[in-house]
Every structure is written in structure tokens, then in C-alpha cells.
């Protein structure tokens, strides 16, 4: 299966309404810490008397992973929504089932850690009404040394840990489609890949560890090789020049969340173009090096074909 075939297939994917095909099983909610929240700073009280912000919403929960994520929020956003005049409140995570749950339960104000087709299948599954805002930086996903080194140490019978979660396995399984380590079926739908829809584990007969994505960069050393998040990589001081190989695609860039019946409020409007300013580019790219960045603001170097092959149709829309 040719790159430029799973090119092609996810943008007929991204035109389609979703992908409620997908059958989410999420990291296991019981097992993960309870997010913890961050103290806001003092003095906000009086910065929003005097600010023209939100009137009926001055303060603002972020609900993030932990990780960059978390990062982008303590080091700018949190500051400059600050400077404006708001209460800003971080929780961060250590999975990828709680941030949802927490932003529907009205927990959270908005949060931000998932790509689309993540986000279009867990609120389907769970009846979820949520809705993408804007992109925000994200890392690419990669493959990682474990006890190998380089890919060409590949060997059969190799080890490689992937993401449990069913959208992030089936980037896994695409990427070492990508890399001749695997055959994928033809005309299977990238976004929807597991392991019936391997045709071909010959070559290296690949024994594939699944596990959370928090806990991949730990379990390095126990594979051959692994497949990791880039948010948990980065998290765990895995620098991401150190990838062997990294998703081509644009499709998995991550989007904000909110509830939408807040969607076209203030408060929304003013967390937006905080992450669209160029103060926060000009963070982004000098603390980021290596992401892939939002649409929006034109500032990849993929080649045209593959990046309009990974937009979807709210990308086309914002990048108007």
C-alpha cells in the first residue's frame, strides 16, 4: 500500500461525515491519575475588571495531556489570556478518555490533545456533543529505537510497541506499511486499520505490543523498536530528531475542543487568536522545532499534494 494511495484515501475519509465505523476503546480511565489542577495566578481578579473580555466567562479551564501540550499553556498561552484580563485554570492529563468526559461534564471550558478523526469517533461512540476550534502544534508520531538502534537492524521476529487506541494503532500499522515492514490489504481505510487488515507480516513477522501511549516512551527498552506519540515523547524528554522514521500525513495535526453550544462565544474567540497570534508562532517555532503546525497559518514544508491529501474539510474552510 503507496503512500500516495493512503494519501488519497484520507482525504475521501475527511470528505465523508466521520468515521463512526471505528470502534473506540479507550485508555482504561480507572487506572489513570486523577488530573490535577493548577493554581491560577494572583491578581487575575483585578486585570478582568479592567479588561475587555468575556463578561459572562472570565475564567477559562484548559484541559491538556501532559506534555507539550500542557506546556504551550504554562509557558504562553496562560500568560497572554492573562494579560487580557481572564482567570486561566490548566488541568492536565495522563490519558486520552478523561479530557472528553471532563469537557462534556462541563469540567472543563475546552481542551486540547486530540486529532480529528479521535475526536469524531469518541464523541460519536459516546454521544458526545463536541466540536474542533482551531490546530494547535503538534508532534508527529514516530518510530523510536528500543534495543535496536537503526532500521536497518530490523530482524524477523522483532518486537514493536504501538498506541492501544484504535485511531492511533491504525497510523501505527500505516507507518510500518510505509516502511515495507508490513503489507496492508488494499483499499482498507487508513484511518480505520487493525490487525485483520494486515496482509502480509512475513517479512519480519512483527510480534506488535500494544500499550497507552503514556506508557511507550517507558517501555522502550523491553522492544525492539516503538512507536510513539509525539506529545508523550517530547514529555519524556525524547528529543524528536531522534525518531527513525516519522508519519508523513497532515491529517493528524490536533485540534482544541469545545462544547458547541460555546462555539462563535467571546471567551472562545479570545483563546483563538491567543494560539493564532504571532507571539505564540513565534513560541511555537522556537521551542517546537520539528512540528507540524496548523493549516492556518502556512508554515509547513510538506510538498502541496500531501499536504491538501491530509485537509479536511474544517481546514479547507478555516484556510480560506
Same mark, same amino acid.
Given at each position: 500500500?503507496?503512500?500516495?494511495?493512503?494519501?488519497?484515501?484520507?482525504?475521501?475519509?475527511?470528505?465523508?461525515?466521520?468515521?463512526?465505523?471505528?470502534?473506540?476503546?479507550?485508555?482504561?480511565?480507572?487506572?489513570?491519575?486523577?488530573?490535577?489542577?493548577?493554581?491560577?495566578?494572583?491578581?487575575?481578579?483585578?486585570?478582568?475588571?479592567?479588561?475587555?473580555?468575556?463578561?459572562?466567562?472570565?475564567?477559562?479551564?484548559?484541559?491538556?495531556?501532559?506534555?507539550?501540550?500542557?506546556?504551550?499553556?504554562?509557558?504562553?498561552?496562560?500568560?497572554?489570556?492573562?494579560?487580557?484580563?481572564?482567570?486561566?485554570?490548566?488541568?492536565?492529563?495522563?490519558?486520552?478518555?478523561?479530557?472528553?468526559?471532563?469537557?462534556?461534564?462541563?469540567?472543563?471550558?475546552?481542551?486540547?490533545?486530540?486529532?480529528?478523526?479521535?475526536?469524531?469517533?469518541?464523541?460519536?461512540?459516546?454521544?458526545?456533543?463536541?466540536?474542533?476550534?482551531?490546530?494547535?502544534?503538534?508532534?508527529?508520531?514516530?518510530?523510536?529505537?528500543?534495543?535496536?538502534?537503526?532500521?536497518?537492524?530490523?530482524?524477523?521476529?522483532?518486537?514493536?510497541?504501538?498506541?492501544?487506541?484504535?485511531?492511533?494503532?491504525?497510523?501505527?500499522?500505516?507507518?510500518?506499511?510505509?516502511?515495507?515492514?508490513?503489507?496492508?490489504?488494499?483499499?482498507?481505510?487508513?484511518?480505520?486499520?487493525?490487525? *485483520?487488515?494486515? =496482509?502480509?507480516?512475513?517479512?519480519?513477522?512483527?510480534?506488535? $505490543? /500494544?500499550? +497507552? #501511549? %503514556? !506508557?511507550?516512551?517507558?517501555?522502550?527498552?523491553?522492544?525492539?523498536?516503538?512507536?510513539?506519540?509525539?506529545?508523550?515523547?517530547?514529555?519524556?524528554?525524547?528529543?524528536?530528531?531522534?525518531?527513525?522514521?516519522?508519519?508523513?500525513?497532515?491529517?493528524?495535526?490536533?485540534?482544541?475542543?469545545?462544547?458547541?453550544?460555546?462555539?462563535?462565544?467571546?471567551?472562545?474567540?479570545?483563546?483563538?487568536?491567543?494560539?493564532?497570534?504571532?507571539?505564540?508562532?513565534?513560541?511555537?517555532?522556537?521551542?517546537?522545532?520539528?512540528?507540524?503546525?496548523?493549516?492556518?497559518?502556512?508554515?509547513? *514544508?510538506?510538498? =502541496?499534494?500531501?499536504?491538501?491529501?491530509?485537509?479536511?474539510? $474544517? /481546514?479547507? +474552510? #478555516? %484556510? !480560506?
Amino acid at each position: 500500500m503507496k503512500l500516495t494511495d493512503i494519501s488519497r484515501q484520507l482525504a475521501t475519509a475527511f470528505a465523508a461525515v466521520g468515521v463512526s465505523s471505528l470502534v473506540l476503546v479507550g485508555c482504561n480511565n480507572s487506572s489513570a491519575p486523577e488530573a490535577n489542577k493548577e493554581a491560577v495566578s494572583e491578581g487575575t481578579t483585578a486585570q478582568t475588571a479592567a479588561s475587555d473580555i468575556d463578561p459572562e466567562h472570565t475564567k477559562i479551564v484548559i484541559g491538556t495531556t501532559e506534555g507539550d501540550f500542557a506546556d504551550m499553556v504554562r509557558n504562553q498561552v496562560k500568560a497572554s489570556l492573562e494579560e487580557q484580563g481572564y482567570e486561566v485554570e490548566l488541568v492536565p492529563f495522563t490519558d486520552y478518555v478523561r479530557p472528553n468526559l471532563a469537557l462534556a461534564e462541563g469540567d472543563l471550558d475546552i481542551n486540547i490533545f486530540q486529532h480529528k478523526p479521535y475526536l469524531d469517533t469518541f464523541k460519536k461512540e459516546n454521544n458526545l456533543d463536541l466540536v474542533e476550534v482551531f490546530q494547535v502544534p503538534t508532534a508527529p508520531l514516530g518510530i523510536y529505537s528500543g534495543k535496536k538502534n537503526t532500521l536497518d537492524e530490523a530482524y524477523k521476529g522483532m518486537s514493536v510497541s504501538a498506541p492501544n487506541d484504535p485511531s492511533n494503532f491504525a497510523r501505527a500499522l500505516v507507518m510500518m506499511d510505509d516502511l515495507g515492514w508490513i503489507t496492508l490489504k488494499d483499499n482498507i481505510d487508513p484511518l480505520t486499520a487493525s490487525k *485483520t487488515d494486515i =496482509a502480509d507480516n512475513s517479512k519480519y513477522d512483527i510480534n506488535i $505490543v /500494544e500499550l +497507552e #501511549a %503514556a !506508557q511507550l516512551p517507558r517501555a522502550r527498552d523491553e522492544v525492539d523498536f516503538a512507536v510513539i506519540n509525539g506529545n508523550y515523547a517530547t514529555d519524556a524528554g525524547i528529543e524528536l530528531t531522534e525518531a527513525l522514521f516519522q508519519e508523513p500525513s497532515f491529517a493528524y495535526v490536533n485540534w482544541s475542543a469545545v462544547k458547541s453550544a460555546d462555539v462563535g462565544k467571546k471567551w472562545v474567540e479570545d483563546v483563538t487568536n491567543t494560539y493564532n497570534s504571532e507571539a505564540f508562532k513565534k513560541y511555537a517555532h522556537d521551542t517546537f522545532p520539528g512540528y507540524k503546525y496548523p493549516k492556518i497559518w502556512d508554515a509547513n *514544508t510538506a510538498p =502541496a499534494t500531501e499536504a491538501a491529501a491530509g485537509t479536511t474539510p $474544517v /481546514e479547507a +474552510e #478555516a %484556510a !480560506q
